[in-house]
């Protein structure tokens, strides 16, 4: 019931174009929902997250889609850049024996070709 | 500010070797987790901490040992180091008020022969 599924395990776009990456979830506990970028060699890093309240939320040329009724949501990356070009990971929050845990799905390793 | 830092950076042990990773934090920040990575898996949460001296177990404890003597310090250890444990460790922590961005450390890629 603690799973986040993520979908396409990975993806390839050219330059300019619009990358869309899935999520789902069973739980409806959760009430928090962060995207997490990780490049090669690093840890991952905050990107852009959105609560259930809201259904979209833009950051530049990123942007988070909220469904709740289908418990689902999904990061859109507009003019994709080669610089983009990382693996990226949905994640749901859930509060938990004093804190929130965050539950992170597969990952999603995204190429932007030149 | 460092953030968070990992030590070491890579670390190579026998099968039923020990060893301790470390993690620090200088943001005083109250919960601290360790999570594993492995090909395909995402992160799993292995252990966390929301203060000194407290300490609870996440997905995938097994094997895995941790205290929390300070705020800033949150070791990891393997007490018989197993090939399953052959993955990229990342330590991160966040501050326990509404909801908390996890900062990441740089990560330890451990390899068990």
């Known amino acids: 019931q603690q799973q986040v599924k993520q979908s396409p395990q990975s993806l390839i776009v050219q330059k300019g174009g619009i990358s869309i990456i899935n999520c789902a979830y069973e739980?409806?506990?959760?009430?928090?929902f962060p995207w997490y970028q990780q490049f090669p060699g690093k840890g991952p890093a905050l990107l852009i997250a959105?609560?259930?309240?809201?259904s979209e939320k833009k950051e530049g040329r990123f942007t988070i889609s909220f469904n709740k009724s289908a418990k689902q949501f999904s990061l859109h990356i507009m003019d994709s850049q080669p610089g983009d070009s990382a693996t990226y990971f949905c994640?749901?929050?859930?509060?938990?024996?004093?804190?929130?845990?965050?539950?992170f799905g597969k990952g999603t390793k995204l190429t932007v070709n030149p | 500010n460092a953030g968070v830092t990992q030590t070491p950076k890579f670390q190579v042990l026998k099968t039923g070797q020990s060893m301790t990773l470390q993690c620090a934090q200088d943001m005083n920040h109250e919960y601290m987790s360790w999570y594993r990575q492995d090909p395909g898996m995402g992160l799993r949460l292995i252990h966390y901490?929301?203060?000194?001296?407290?300490?609870d177990q996440g997905e995938v404890p097994n094997g895995y040992n941790v205290s929390r003597s300070t705020t800033e310090d949150f070791p990891l250890r393997l007490l018989s180091a197993a090939p399953s444990q052959t993955s990229v460790y990342f330590c991160?922590?966040?501050?326990?008020?509404?909801?908390?961005?996890?900062?990441f450390g740089p990560g330890t890629r451990l390899t068990v022969l």
């Open positions: 739980n409806t506990a959760f009430d928090y």
């Open positions: 991160a922590s966040s501050s326990l008020a509404g909801y908390n961005e996890q900062f």
């Open positions: 901490s929301v203060g000194a001296g407290i300490t």
């Open positions: 994640a749901a929050s859930i509060y938990q024996g004093g804190s929130e845990k965050l539950v």
């Open positions: 959105i609560r259930p309240d809201v």
